[in-house]
Structure formats: C-alpha cells, structure tokens
C-alpha cells in the first residue's frame, strides 16, 4: 500500500514512522524548503497520552531521542495576578518525571520536528506546495504539486496544518471560526538577568496570568540538558549519550528560554497586531500590559525579535460524518482548537497512532481499506470533537471574564476562591488529586483506543 502525506508536522511525521515500520510505502511531501525551514514557534506540551501515541509510531531509538531531548518537566501549576502575586500554586504537577510516557513533558517545537524527521531522510520532500488531487479510475488518488510534479498513492492523507489546501477540496463543507482572542508571545534567553526576574516556583513550573479585562497570560521556562558549551553536567549518561550521537542535533536551535504569551479579546487591543511588524508588535505588548508586573514587562522588552509573533485565534467547528474515501486528514488540517487547553499536538499524535493502527489492519487483512478509514474518521471525530468545544470555552471572547463590568466581578470571586484553596491544603491536596485522576482516566481510554 503506497501512502501520501502532505505535511511534515507532527502528526505526518508520527505517522509516517508508524506505517514505515510496517513496512507501507510511504512518502511525505512539506511546502517549506528545508528542515530547518518554517514552523517558528515555541513550547510543546507533550501530555502521557501523546507519549503513548508517539510510543507506538516511532521506532525505540527515536523515541528514546524524543524523551531525551524534551526539556525539564514542569513542577508547578501555578495561577498568577498581573502583578505576579500568587493565587495558587500547586506542587506534583509532574510526579512522575522519570517516566518516560506518563509524565507531562514540554519540548521545543523546532526540536520535536527534528526528532520526527529522524530516520524519514529518505521519505520527506521538501519544497513541495500542494496544489489539488485527483482521484483516478483505479481506485488510486494523485496529488499535484505547485513546481509541475506529483505523487500517486493508494491513500492520501492530510496534515497540513489549520489552512490546509487539501481540507478545502476534500471537505469544502469545514468551517473555521474567529474566537474573537488575539495572542502576542515571545521568547526570551534565560539568562543570570532574566532568570531573576521570576521566582522559583515560577522558573520550575507552568505559571498562568488572571488579568482584568479577560485578559491572560502564560509564562513558561524551558531548560534543556544541552546547551551552547554541549551536554549539561549532571546530565544522565545515557540521555547524554543519546544527544550527542542524535544526527538531528546539527539542526537544533533550541537554547534555554523563558516563554511569555500574552492574550486578550479582539476589541481590548488598540492596533490588530497581525498588521505589525515584531518591533511594533512588542511596542503593544508593552501597551497591553501597563499596570502588570515590572519583572513581566521587562521580559517583554528583552524578547528575541526574531521569535515574536502574533495570532489570531481561530477554531474549526466540529464536522458531522461525512462519506469516506481513499482521501482523509488528521490534526490541525481537520480539527484546529484553540490551545485553551493545551491539546492540539496530542491529539494529532492520538490521530496518527490510530490511522496508522488502521491502516494496518488492512495489511493484516483484517479490514478493506475504505472500512479502515471510515473507522479511523468516526472516531476521530468523536473525540476530537469533545476536545475543539472545551478548547474553545477555555479562549473565546463571547465568554463573560471579557464583558467589562460582568468581567471585573467574575475575576474576583475566581481569584478570592484561588487564594482560599491555596491556604487550605486538604483542599488543594484534593483539588490536585481528582485533576490527577481525570487525567489518568483520559489516558487510560486513548490507550484502550490505540491498543
């Protein structure tokens, strides 16, 4: 079975390796021109559930680079006031750091791709824009490209991101929605300087920011076992072992970091900052956040330029089921969510895991291929539906915190009851523990799900 994928992000990527190993003829073609090309962003949050779907498409050893090469796990869940007072603050966040899928882990975005091209050297094209596709009399489908070429397989997937050219041809009937949320983030090299901007608990944790008017905020540390001198003292010999041999690392970018994002409604914002260069984009952040924490704001004025950039926040709305063919999609490319709840790489990664699994049921003979795929889609739909509709509830500008009066009374009574939970630890203890149990009970069904 010959499968194309149009897209080399991280679903594409994850299952381009999980239909490698089992031996399909798979090839992945990505508009940008190289790997190193494209794609700036940031923090990724890996949740267990994404580690598992990535344990089950990659091959060991590159699974063995992916654990090695995220950066250190978060230790604290902590909720912040705009003047960066403590609301609440919550220890265990990662109990189970040494773990190598059930622990949450953050990696940079660069990195994560560089892991996911490794040992698919010779299966990505770069410099391919997909143009349209074609389904053909014998039951195979062509996939044309804007320099002339093109690539005929059995199957065609996309997971090419949020504007996906083949979403657009393969279901017109997609819609995407404005959350009516706009977002400015940066990222800022953790120096002897900005590391004392923030405290402990800050630097070693994921810290989010409750401010008025709606607006949020997030700050976020990431520290890698390497850096510009090469592998970190106190690194583990065989993590130090793994990155010094990962041929991926000559392509890495990643050096320690602070991220800062901040978001707010649409009519809060005085200039739309998607119409503004990096310099004038920083210039209102610093607008956005007069009256917010020195320390917060001086982030912001040491920012890498070349690292900020804005986003309008969109969100799809949820497809109905549709009829199934050789031509189907996973991630971003069928269902964008807003990053709300922190869920969209996992849930391109849950996709890849169950499309591959899918995929090689026909292999095995266990279904025809068009079953396969119908399967793949209704349940992709079903869960990922649940996931877009919470993401959404978590950023979008309808929603009371951002109306001006409604908003400044929503705003105390959260912060009130924060700082109440936060000096009663029997109540924090079981506030953490039923987040701890809802989580293992969402990765206890993907797994069931992938298995």
């Not at 998607?274 to 920012?303: H, V």
């Not at 890849?352 to 899918?358: C, K, Q």
């Amino acid at each position: 079975m010959r499968v194309i994928i149009i897209g080399a992000g991280t679903g594409g990527l994850a299952l381009a390796h999980g239909l490698k190993q089992a031996g399909f003829d798979v090839r992945v073609f990505e508009k940008d021109a190289s790997r190193v090309k494209g794609r700036i962003g940031h923090r990724v949050g890996i949740s267990p559930a994404g580690s598992y779907a990535l344990q089950q498409c990659l091959p060991p050893d590159v699974f063995d680079v992916f654990v090695a090469t995220c950066a250190r796990s978060p230790r604290y869940f902590n909720m912040l006031t705009e003047g960066m007072d403590e609301l609440l603050s919550m220890d265990g966040f990662n109990s189970a750091e040494e773990d190598p899928v059930d622990s949450e882990k953050s990696v940079h975005r660069m990195t994560l791709r560089q892991v996911l091209l490794t040992g698919l050297e010779d299966v990505v094209a770069f410099g391919k824009q997909f143009e349209h596709y074609e389904e053909n009399a014998d039951s195979t489908v062509t996939a044309f490209f804007a320099d002339g070429s093109s690539a005929t397989g059995d199957v065609l997937v996309g997971a090419d991101g949020a504007r996906s050219k083949l979403r657009k041809q393969r279901l017109p009937q997609a819609r995407m929605e404005e959350t009516g949320i706009l977002s400015i983030a940066a990222r800022v090299p953790l120096t002897t300087e900005t590391r004392a901007l923030v405290s402990e608990k800050v630097r070693l944790g994921v810290s989010l920011v409750l401010a008025p008017k709606g607006m949020g905020g997030i700050i976020h540390t990431m520290e890698f076992k390497w850096d510009a001198n090469g592998i970190k003292p106190r690194t583990a010999v065989a993590d130090a072992d793994i990155i010094r041999n990962w041929p991926g690392m000559q392509y890495n970018e990643a050096q320690d970091y602070i991220l800062w994002a901040i978001w707010a409604a649409r009519r809060w914002y005085p200039q739309d900052p998607a119409n503004l260069d990096a310099e004038a984009s920083k210039k209102l952040a610093l607008t956005m956040t007069e009256g917010w924490s020195p320390q917060f704001r001086r982030l912001i004025e040491l920012s890498e330029l070349e690292t900020l950039n804005s986003i309008n926040i969109r969100t799809s709305v949820p497809l109905e089921p549709f009829v199934s063919s050789r031509v189907t999609l996973l991630g971003d490319a069928v269902h964008t969510m807003t990053p709300g709840r922190g869920v969209g790489a996992n849930t391109a990664l849950e996709d890849a895991a169950l499309l591959s699994r899918r995929l090689i049921e026909v292999r095995e003979g266990e279904r025809d291929l068009l079953s396969a795929i119908h399967a793949y889609e209704g349940e992709m739909l079903e869960y990922s539906r649940h996931v877009v509709l919470e993401s959404r509830k978590q950023m979008d500008a309808r929603d009371a915190i951002h109306k001006p009066l409604i908003g400044r009374l929503m705003l105390a009574i959260m912060r009130t009851v924060m700082r109440t939970v936060n000096h009663l630890p029997a109540v924090k203890r079981k506030m953490q523990e039923k987040q701890m149990e809802l989580r293992r009970i969402r990765n206890t069904r993907q797994r069931v799900q992938l298995a």
